[in-house]
């Protein structure tokens, strides 16, 4: 659950706020200002974004996919994509129409 509360508020409460964090796994976003300015989460939450942050971006895993299917495929080229539905759909629709039959 988060919840949102002044910076005034968090540090008159901040034992109680912390204690929601550690035992209930609540999300704390701290406001100055009306603005939000920082969040308390579980150190669990913090782990695991911190882990995430470590894994390389989608481009970079984007990219190594296309090295990879260069080396791969040589000088072949990948067929059209267009072309693998349309081919795919066709065995499906075959595929129903035996089933269909019986």
Do not use: C
């Not at 005034?8 to 209930?24: D, N, P």
């Not at 976003?29 to 920082?38: C, K, Q, T, Y």
């Not at 296309?66 to 595929?95: F, Y």
């Amino acid at each position: 659950m988060s919840k949102r509360v002044s910076a005034t508020e968090a540090r008159v409460h901040f034992g109680e706020i912390l204690r929601a964090v550690q035992e209930q796994g609540d999300t704390v976003i701290v406001e100055r200002g009306g603005r939000a300015a920082a969040v308390i989460l579980p150190i669990s939450a913090y782990e695991r974004l911190q882990n995430e942050a470590r894994l390389p971006s989608w481009e970079a895993r984007i990219a190594a996919l296309h090295e990879l299917w260069t080396v791969e495929l040589g000088k072949r080229r990948l067929p059209d994509a267009v072309e693998v539905i349309r081919k795919g759909r066709q065995e499906r629709d075959g595929q129903l129409d035996q089933v269909l039959r019986r």
